[in-house]
């Protein structure tokens, strides 16, 4: 079947460098979208990788290896407001987005 | 970025009646709308795509003569819930993609409450 695999929660500190890392099953692959999502908030577009290799984007990157069907969202220099759930999603050609169940990011003092 | 606006942010309605929710493209044309479900502490679930001016494509499980799904312009698409029931609460969100665009783009959400 189709899926997408990311860790269930990460806790770091203020100042640090987070990666959740994903890996996904998909049919129709297309590119690979980072959400971010806040407690009662709607998600929102962090990133998107359409090709192999690394994007950066200020503190946030993101990473794409289609051969191991892998890519990572990496978070650096760690902020309180960081504090949130993180989602990938494997994109198909039509925008479709099949999302990851979400990583909790627990940002601590 | 582009700007995707979801009306209404949250409604409260009774047991059996229906409920509207408009999605809208501000600044782009939408040429195929998505709407996703979310329940609490869960990730979202695609129910349905649309084009416009064509009919809806629903994801398996999706009751399509429940979820009523319109799409009649390129910067419009309503989701209607049709006799809610408590089960349909959820945080429903529409995301919309044009032609130009690689990525989809979510509007705010509507927390719907049946009670």
């Known amino acids: 079947g189709q899926s997408l695999e990311q860790p269930s929660e990460v806790t770091a500190v203020e100042g640090a460098i987070v990666q959740i890392n994903c890996t996904y099953q998909?049919?129709?692959?297309?590119?690979l979208s980072w959400y971010q999502q806040h407690d009662g908030g709607a998600p929102t577009f962090l990133s998107y990788?359409?090709?192999?290799g690394l994007e950066e984007t200020g503190r946030f990157s993101s990473f794409l290896s289609r051969s191991d069907s892998y890519g990572y969202l990496l978070l650096q220099e760690l902020q309180m407001k960081d504090s949130a759930s993180y989602f990938c999603a494997a994109t198909d050609s039509w925008g479709k987005l099949q999302f990851g169940a979400g990583t909790q990011v627990v940002v601590t003092p | 970025g582009a700007v995707v606006s979801q009306h209404p942010s949250w409604v409260i309605c009774k047991s059996g009646t229906s409920v509207k929710i408009e999605c809208r493209s501000l600044?782009?044309?939408?040429?195929?709308m998505f709407w996703y479900r979310q329940f609490p502490k869960q990730s979202l679930m695609l129910m349905a795509t649309s084009n416009e001016g064509s009919k809806a494509t629903y994801e398996q499980g999706v009751e399509k003569d429940k979820f009523l799904i319109n799409h009649a312009s390129l910067t419009l698409s309503t989701l209607t819930v049709t006799s809610a029931h408590p089960e349909d609460s959820s945080f429903y969100i529409c995301?919309?993609?044009?032609?130009?665009?690689?990525?989809?783009?979510f509007g705010q959400g509507t927390r719907l409450t049946v009670v």
């Open positions: 990788n359409g090709l192999d």
């Open positions: 998909t049919s129709g692959f297309y590119g």
């Open positions: 600044d782009f044309q939408a040429t195929t």
């Open positions: 995301s919309a993609k044009g032609d130009l665009l690689p990525e989809a783009f």
